[in-house]
Nanobody, 131 residues
Framework: QVQLQESGGGSVQSGGSLRLGCAAS????????LAWFRQAPEKEREWVAT???????RYATFVGGRFTISQDNAENTFYLQMDSMKPEDTAIYYC?????????????????????????WGQGTQVTVSS
């Protein structure tokens, strides 16, 4: 199973920026489906963004153009750049990856229900946005 290690969480004021990183074992970053999810206290885990092997990205509606998911194949790492952050972005952020879905279906899963499709998960990193 792919191992994922997150970095970059922390605290920021409203309107600020953070960049989360997710280092992966193996070459899944160049060939698999990659995603970010988040979970706020007492809420369900929700999907944030997905990126496909060829770089096509999709975002949850609440992102509103503020976040960017990207991948660095040479470093086996993918990122979530978060700008214009809001207090409601406060959550534990999780990176996720899957190495079979794209091969099977020719696309990557997205939406909250895609939580069930990703096989590998990071441990989570806390992001706190203060007003």
């Amino acid at each position: 199973q792919v191992q994922l290690q997150e970095s970059g969480g922390g605290s920021v004021q409203s309107g600020g920026s953070l960049r989360l990183g997710c280092a992966a074992s193996g070459d899944i970053v160049s060939s698999g489906c990659l995603a970010w999810f988040r979970q706020a206290p007492e809420k369900e885990r929700e999907w944030v963004a997905t990126i496909e092997p060829h770089g096509v990205a999709r975002y949850a509606t609440f992102v509103g153009g503020r976040f960017t998911i990207s991948q660095d194949n040479a470093e086996n790492t993918f990122y979530l750049q978060m700008d214009s952050m809001k207090p409601e972005d406060t959550a534990i952020y999780y990176c996720a990856a899957d190495d079979t879905y794209f091969t099977d279906y020719g696309e990557c899963p997205d939406g909250d229900d895609s939580v069930f499709e990703f096989q590998s998960w990071g441990q989570g990193t806390q992001v706190t946005v203060s007003s």
